[in-house]
């Protein structure tokens, strides 16, 4: 980072790629989550600093989309969605990262007007971005607990950013049709009626209330995250 500041685009672009390549490069022979993301945060806020401090564009999505990347590669190659706290916790702290230029106060300038104007449409991407990722990580994790959590707890950032600054009210939006999805994606074989008989005798219905309790629980509970967040926006 202090080198590309004194030396330009080339030395940040080469730092990036060696940076975000270090992981693969470097094996202590563990898969350690929590050192693996939280390497990738450091290396994240500098790149995003960097591009801030001189506008760099290009580095920025750069970040923005590696970052991403080592997210879905994790989720995929880790059946169940394992370490789900540490990858919420990266998301999270991704997903602020990205929003702080957006919501910096910028001058009435016209290039600050126009600076404005890009860093919300480069915020509004990685919440479109940490989203997607978030919900994978539900499905995969089979819609545990702390997946469950980690994804309230992402409804609750987006919908207090859309609070905040009126220019982001279609996080509301984004939150919402993901809360459905993540519903939609629930193990549905666990709640399919089955149908079952003895010879001769009655069919016998059954299903899992377990699984009925939980799904109707979390959709009561984004039900209600959404809907006391539509009434404090009158």
Not at 103 to 113: C, H, P
Not at 120 to 134: L, Q
Not at 173 to 181: C, E, Y
Not at 186 to 210: R, Y
């Amino acid at each position: 980072v202090l080198l590309s500041v004194l030396h330009g685009p080339f030395v940040a672009a080469l730092g990036l790629v060696g940076a975000y390549m270090v992981p693969v490069l470097v094996t202590t022979g563990s898969q350690s989550a929590w050192r693996l993301f939280l390497f990738l945060t450091v290396v994240n806020a500098g790149g995003l600093a960097v591009a801030r401090r001189f506008s760099w564009r290009w580095l920025r999505n750069a970040v923005l989309a590696v970052a991403i990347f080592w997210a879905f590669l994790w989720i995929g190659l880790h059946p169940g969605g394992a370490d789900v706290v540490t990858l919420t916790a990266y998301l999270l702290v991704l997903l602020v990262l990205v929003f702080l230029p957006a919501l910096w106060t910028v001058s009435a300038s016209d290039d600050g007007a126009s600076d404005s104007a890009v860093d919300r449409r480069f915020a509004m991407a990685g919440a479109i971005g940490v989203t997607v990722m978030d919900c994978l990580l539900v499905v995969r994790a089979e819609h545990s607990l702390a997946s469950l959590i980690g994804f309230g707890l992402l409804a609750i950032v987006l919908l207090a950013i859309a609070w905040r600054n009126h220019d982001f009210e279609l996080l509301t939006v984004l939150g919402s049709v993901a809360s459905v999805l993540v519903l939609a994606a629930w193990k549905w074989q666990d709640i399919t009626l089955m149908v079952t008989a003895a010879p001769g005798g009655p069919k016998v219905i059954s299903t899992d209330p377990v699984t009925i309790r939980s799904l109707c629980l979390t959709a009561l509970a984004f039900g209600g995250l959404f809907g006391a967040a539509g009434y404090a926006g009158l």
